[in-house]
């Protein structure tokens, strides 16, 4: 179920009400920082507890944040009250961390992707259905300004047929990288490279602006890293969405500089252009743009600006009957396009 495009996630923060108090971190890495900013940002919500299984990363965050550090999901509960857990661990860990926490009644905001693999992602699409506390998967870069002005125009249906899009993630990485953290080289682990740990955002927002895949025709390549990794750097991929619209994607980690995401539509009034931003040329001479917002605190750039925007919006709907609308079941569509991808290529 798609969002309404309502501005409940984006109005001043004095305005809506947030039912969320007490939150805790689960995985102290690299992302998990900004997940704190968030907690720390939003009023009236506490950040009570951090969980790692690393004793080094429990002391780095107790030093960081000031609050106690646990191994274990029990272990925190057992210890504090909270509501919601923010799961930022490695690929592999996010199943059975968000298994745990939902069993247990807690909420659980969890970073992409939704699992390493397609049978463990299904174990948590099947057990949010019965929850009875919510889920929601971090696909931020929905609540992008250009994200969000593309599927009001999209819906408004002003832009007329599709008559093809084109994507592309050109980034770099070193071999440093993949050292630092072996598991982003590790397939078991990571349950891929380049597709499941960078293009991901983009390939959700292809299918959410396209509407869902029905076929995928690509290829992924070592091109930079095969010496270090078990894990693609280099994708290239031409979905089939049910309209029958296709879209191009290309994605790799072997560029000298990082360039900005891109993704373009070619439609029947416009021609449409996501780049830090959104840029609307229509057939007639008229130009739109929508200006991105940006980042007022940590993070790197990639990572958008819209994390405390969906992290808001989680905590202010926990009370709604109906699920979070970026939950496990929206979250398997990106998951599925690359595991495809892999499988077409031989991957």
């Known amino acids: 179920m798609g969002w309404d495009g309502s501005t409940r996630a984006v109005r001043g923060s004095n305005v809506i009400p947030m039912p969320i108090s007490r939150a805790a971190i689960i995985g ?24 790692d299984t690393d004793p080094d990363r429990r002391s780095a965050a107790v030093a960081d944040l000031g609050v106690p ?14 509501d919601v857990v923010h ?21 659980v905001i969890q970073e992409k992707p939704l699992a390493a693999s ?22 931020q870069n929905r609540y992008n300004v250009s994200s969000q002005e593309l599927r009001r125009l999209l819906g408004s249906g002003r832009l007329g047929a599709i008559r093809g899009a084109y994507a ?3 980034w770099t990485r070193s071999a440093d990288y993949y050292a ?5 080289g590790s397939r078991a682990r990571a ?30 390549a070592q091109n930079k890293f095969g010496d270090i990794t078990e894990v693609e750097d280099t994708a290239e991929m031409l979905f089939t969405h049910a309209s029958g619209v296709q879209s191009s994607v290309y994605a790799t980690l072997t560029a000298p ?15 449409v252009s996501l780049r830090n931003g959104l840029t609307v040329a229509w057939a007639d001479g008229r130009v739109e743009t929508f200006e991105e917002r940006r980042a007022t605190s940590g993070g790197r750039s990639y990572w958008g600006v819209s994390h405390e925007l969906l992290i808001r919006d989680f905590y202010a709907r926990v009370d709604d009957p109906e699920p979070f609308w970026i939950g496990p079941a929206e979250a398997m569509k990106s998951l599925q396009m690359l595991k495809r991808t892999y499988e077409v290529s031989g991957f």
Not at 32 to 51: N, R, S
Not at 69 to 82: G, H, I, N, R, T
Not at 118 to 139: N, P, S, W
């Open 28 to 51: 102290w890495g690299d992302v998990a920082g900004v997940h704190a900013q968030a907690i720390t940002d939003i009023e009236g919500t506490d950040l009570v507890g951090v969980v």
């Open 69 to 82: 550090a646990f191994e274990s999901v029990d272990e925190l509960v057992d210890a504090v009250e909270v």
């Open 87 to 107: 799961v930022t661990t490695p690929h592999d860990q996010h199943v059975p961390v968000s298994l745990a926490a939902l069993a247990l009644g807690v909420h």
């Open 118 to 139: 397609l049978t463990d992602a299904q174990r948590l699409v099947d057990a949010a259905a019965t929850a009875r506390a919510k889920i929601g998967i971090c696909y």
């Open 168 to 170: 592309s993630v050109v």
């Open 180 to 184: 630092a953290k072996p598991w982003r």
């Open 191 to 220: 349950g891929g490279g380049l597709l499941i740990n960078q293009a991901i955002h983009t390939l959700d927002l292809v299918q959410w602006f396209l509407g869902d895949v029905v076929d995928v025709k690509g290829h992924v």
């Open 257 to 271: 500089q990082h360039r900005p995401v891109e993704i373009e539509l070619d439609c029947e009034h416009a021609y």
